[in-house]
T-cell receptor, first 114, second 114 residues
Framework: DGGITQSPKYLFRKEGQNVTLSCEQN?????MYWYRQDPGQGLRLIYY???????QKGDIAEGYSVSREKKESFPLTVTSAQKNPTAFYLC?????????????FGPGTRLTVL | AQSVTQLDSHVSVSEGTPVLLRCNYS??????LFWYVQHPNKGLQLLLK??????LVKGINGFEAEFKKSETSFHLTKPSAHMSDAAEYFC????????????FGTGTRLTVIP
């Protein structure tokens, strides 16, 4: 089956800790994205990567970091600098080039800071 | 400036009655438009998309949407609501600018009353 997997589904973190959220895709897509979702605010873009070894900040990158060492993997680290990290995090991928190309989403990771 | 507005944060319908979820966009460019559905604690699933072909677009699960350029709208409809349609719906607009050009509406939560 082709798709995007995110792990873990639920994650709990103590204040001051860094945590890394996993995102893997086997769709052979070049572009991958991380979004944060808060109630009533839709999705906001954290980071995106158009190609391996390259990534760009989105609208709310502060307190987050990413890497793109492999085409199929785009992990997101939520650092202790992120002041309000409790949210639902969604990873997506697509093949860039066409405006109308669809982004495919993973099932999400819900992060809660205790 | 580009933007997308979902006019209702919450819509409630009775099972078997029509569904109308409203979406308006603002753009200087010709957009591509998408509707995604999200069930609780799940990722986003594509319902349908408009890509400058037919203005009436049919999607999965009996949903359809009509692109009206004169009204800058892309409202989502379904003739008869089913209990399984209860979810959050996002209108998403893609503009031909930048490497990542998806703009998400804030979502409409659909409740279906038995």
């Amino acid at each position: 089956d082709g798709g995007i997997t995110q792990s873990p589904k639920y994650l709990f973190r103590k204040e001051g800790q860094n945590v890394t959220l996993s995102c893997e895709q086997n769709l052979n897509h070049d572009a991958m994205y991380w979004y944060r979702q808060d109630p009533g605010q839709g999705l906001r873009l954290i980071y995106y990567s158009q190609i391996v070894n390259d990534f760009q900040k989105g609208d709310i990158a502060e307190g987050y970091s990413v890497s793109r060492e492999k085409k199929e993997s785009f992990p997101l680290t939520v650092t202790s600098a992120q002041k309000n990290p409790t949210a639902f995090y969604l990873c997506a991928s697509k093949q860039p080039g066409e405006v109308a190309d669809t982004q495919y989403f993973g099932p999400g990771t819900r992060l809660t800071v205790l | 400036a580009q933007s997308v507005t979902q006019l209702d944060s919450h819509v409630s319908v009775s099972e078997g009655t029509p569904v109308l979820l409203r979406c308006n966009y603002s753009s200087s460019y010709s957009p591509s438009l998408f509707w995604y559905v999200q069930h609780p604690n799940k990722g986003l699933q594509l319902l349908l998309k408009y890509t400058s072909a037919a203005t009436l677009v049919k999607g999965i699960n009996g949903f359809e949407a009509e692109f009206k350029k004169s009204e800058t709208s892309f409202h989502l409809t379904k003739p008869s609501a089913h209990m399984s349609d209860a979810a959050e719906y996002f209108c998403v607009v893609s503009f031909q600018t930048g490497a990542n050009n998806l703009f998400f509406g804030t979502g409409t939560r659909l409740t279906v009353i038995p």
